[in-house]
C-alpha cells in the first residue's frame, strides 16, 4: 500500500534516493525544510512586491517568477523565455536565497548536481488568494508533465515536483496525491473512489516531493491568508538532472 512518508533531515542526502523512495510512497515530506522564520521572511517580501507578481488565468493564481504550464496553457510562451532572465533576477532579489536552497534541496533528495535548464525560469512561488477560486474550490486535477520535452515525456523519463510551503492558509489548502500515474492525458477525471488516495497538510517550511507523472490536485482553503509555496520541477535525463519552474 503507498502511503505519504515523512523524511527527518537526517535522512535527506543517504540512501536510497528519493526516486527509489516514491517507488514505495505516493509523497516524501520533508518537515523543517527550511527554518519557518525564513519562510515568514520570504512570504513578507514576496507580498510586499506585489507590483512584481505575473497574473494568470484572470487572476485565479499568482506567481513570483513565471510559470511555464501557466504561459503555455494561456498561450503566452514567447513571453516566458523572452522574460526568463528577468524572472530569475526578480525572484533573487525579492526572495534571495530561495531559488538556491530548492536547488540545493533537489540536490540533496536525488543524490545528484540538479541545475537550472538552460533559457527556462528557475524555482518561483506560487501565490493563490485567500477567498479566491482555488480557495473556494481547490485546483484542477492534473501532472506535472507540460515542462517535459516531448523526447523526455515519450520515454517516461524520472521527473519530480518540489514543493516548499513558505505561508499556509489558516485551514485547509494541503495536497491530494493519486495512486493515478499519467496516460497521455494532462487534465483526466478526477479517479474511481477506489483509486488509492492520501491527503497532506502542509506545515510551514515543509518541502513536499511528488512524482511529476502522479496525478494530484490542491485542496480547498478558508481564511484570511493567501496560500503561497516555492516550487520547482526536476528531470533526469542523459545522467544529468535539470530543473525550471
Known amino acids: 500500500m503507498l502511503s505519504p512518508q515523512i523524511l527527518p533531515q537526517v535522512a535527506v542526502g543517504r540512501p ?8 514505495e510512497h505516493l509523497a516524501i515530506r520533508c518537515p523543517g525544510a527550511l527554518p519557518e522564520e525564513r519562510c515568514a521572511a520570504h512570504a513578507d517580501a514576496v507580498l510586499s512586491a506585489r507590483a512584481s507578481w505575473t497574473r494568470n488565468f484572470e487572476g485565479k493564481q499568482f506567481t513570483l517568477g513565471r510559470a511555464y504550464y501557466t504561459h503555455l496553457e494561456e498561450d503566452r510562451e514567447d513571453e516566458y523565455f523572452a522574460d ?3 524572472s530569475d533576477a526578480r525572484v533573487r532579489r525579492i526572495a534571495p536565497g530561495l531559488q ?8 540533496a533528495l536525488v543524490g545528484a548536481p540538479v ?3 538552460v533559457g527556462w525560469c528557475g524555482p518561483g512561488v506560487h501565490v493563490f488568494p485567500a477567498g479566491g477560486e482555488v480557495a473556494r474550490r481547490g485546483g484542477e486535477v492534473h501532472f506535472d508533465t507540460e515542462g517535459l520535452r516531448p523526447p523526455q515525456l515519450e520515454r517516461r523519463l524520472p521527473a519530480l515536483t518540489l514543493v516548499l510551503m513558505l505561508q499556509r492558509p489558516e485551514i485547509g489548502g ?3 496525491v493519486w495512486g493515478s500515474t499519467y496516460e497521455g492525458d494532462d487534465f483526466p477525471e478526477k479517479p474511481d473512489p477506489r483509486v488509492e488516495v492520501t491527503q497532506l497538510a502542509y506545515e510551514v517550511g515543509e518541502l513536499v516531493v511528488i512524482d511529476s507523472y502522479r496525478l494530484h490536485q490542491i485542496l480547498p482553503f478558508r ?3 493567501d496560500r503561497m509555496s516555492a516550487t520547482m520541477h526536476a528531470c533526469l535525463d542523459g545522467g544529468a538532472w535539470e530543473a525550471w519552474f
Do not use: N
Open 223 to 225: 481564511g484570511e491568508l
Open 16 to 23: 536510497p534516493s528519493v526516486l527509489q523512495r516514491l517507488e
Open 115 to 117: 541545475t537550472q535548464r
Open 100 to 107: 538556491e536552497h530548492m536547488l540545493a534541496a533537489a540536490s
Open 174 to 176: 494541503g495536497l491530494r
Open 84 to 86: 526568463a532572465a528577468a
